[in-house]
């Protein structure tokens, strides 16, 4: 497809589970984002990928959450012993470096129960 | 203070008004920035880039004042399809990279 994949659409899992979450973005797209959105809130950086650069980390709530991308492909969000208010719904967006905006995928929605 | 901000309505107007929104932003150094719109349980979609000159797409028109750090979004005639939550939306170099902060989104209901 020509858009942000993300998958699983919904994921349930219980408290204390770990989750992995996965994005493919648009082919070419050099730079990747992962926001956070709560019920009723608004979108909440977690991590920056931009090619084989570091990533910008800064965003990530606490050291249960990591992520991982390859190259300018793949990135996959992991959430270790998962709490109650990781529930939020997990956006992914790409951009290509030609022009500024940002594309999303439909999101990932977590429930921890 | 959040770096963007935004009044979260919600607004609610007749078919065929003209509502405007506004937003302002902290970071002087910001580079681009946008409108989003965001329909219930959806993902965010671009509606519009805006510019220093001021742009217009159809019914919609955006105006950024880089002085004043303040963007705006102007729908003309709304339509019920138009209900849904617009996010503002600043690109800018914080923290040793270039981040999209979203502003927690504008509610609009146009009602019949």
């Known amino acids: 497809g020509a858009g942000v994949s993300q998958s699983p659409s919904n994921k349930v899992t219980e408290k204390g589970k770990d989750v992995e979450l996965r994005c493919d973005p648009i082919?070419?797209?050099?730079?990747l984002y992962w926001y956070r959105q709560r019920l009723g809130q608004g979108l909440e950086f977690l991590i920056y990928?931009?090619?084989?650069?570091?990533?910008?980390k800064s965003g990530l709530p606490s050291d249960r959450f990591s992520a991982e991308r390859t190259g300018e492909s793949v990135s996959t969000l992991t959430i270790q012993r998962t709490q109650q208010e990781d529930s939020a719904v997990y956006l992914c967006?790409?951009?290509?470096?030609?022009?500024?905006?940002?594309?999303f995928g439909q999101g990932t929605r977590l429930t921890v129960v | 203070r959040k770096e963007v901000e935004q009044d979260p309505g919600p607004f609610n107007v007749p078919e065929g008004a003209t509502v405007a929104f506004n937003c302002t932003y902290s970071?002087?150094?910001?580079?681009?920035f946008f409108w989003y719109r965001q329909d219930c349980r959806k993902e965010p979609k671009l509606l519009m880039s805006?510019?220093?000159s001021g742009n217009e797409d159809g019914r919609f028109t955006a105006q950024l004042n880089r002085a004043s750090q303040y963007i705006s979004l102007l729908i003309r005639d709304s339509k019920l399809s138009d209900s849904a939550t617009y996010l503002c939306?600043?690109?800018?170099?914080?923290?040793?990279?270039?981040?999209?902060?979203f502003g927690t989104g504008t509610r609009l209901k146009v009602l019949a």
């Open positions: 967006a790409s951009s290509p470096g030609t022009v500024p905006e940002a594309f």
């Open positions: 082919s070419g797209h050099t730079a």
């Open positions: 990928f931009q090619g084989n650069s570091a990533p910008d």
């Open positions: 970071n002087s150094a910001s580079q681009s």
């Open positions: 805006v510019y220093s």
């Open positions: 939306v600043v690109k800018g170099f914080t923290s040793g990279t270039y981040k999209y902060i």
